[in-house]
């Protein structure tokens, strides 16, 4: 079952390339703070460090590069979690 998403941008892919200059403009603006819990990149999969996830050119990789959702859920599962919430305006990870 497919249905196409009700997006402006295709986010992740090529199509955001445009933005990330001004992105990264308004992401160097803001104060970044180590992270209180762990949080697991999409990025790379693993347990971000608090240098990434504070880092403003982590964010621009994050909004241009692919999700790694196998690797998130691996590496959650490997730290011990057995439930998973997606927040989000629909499930649409909760099925993969």
């Not at 803001?30 to 990025?43: A, D, E, G, I, Q």
């Not at 692919?66 to 859920?73: C, E, G, I, K, L």
């Amino acid at each position: 079952r497919t249905r196409r998403l009700r997006v402006s941008h295709a986010f992740h892919s090529a199509h955001m390339d445009g933005m990330l200059d001004e992105f990264l403009a308004v992401a160097k603006s803001l104060t970044f703070h180590r992270p209180t819990v762990p949080v697991v990149s999409n990025v790379t999969g693993k347990i971000a460090t608090a240098e990434e996830i504070t880092d403003p050119e982590y964010w621009v990789r994050q909004v241009r590069g692919a999700v790694r959702f196998a690797d998130v859920v691996t590496t959650l599962a490997a730290e011990g979690a057995t439930t998973f919430v997606e927040l989000g305006p629909d499930g649409t990870l909760t099925g993969l």
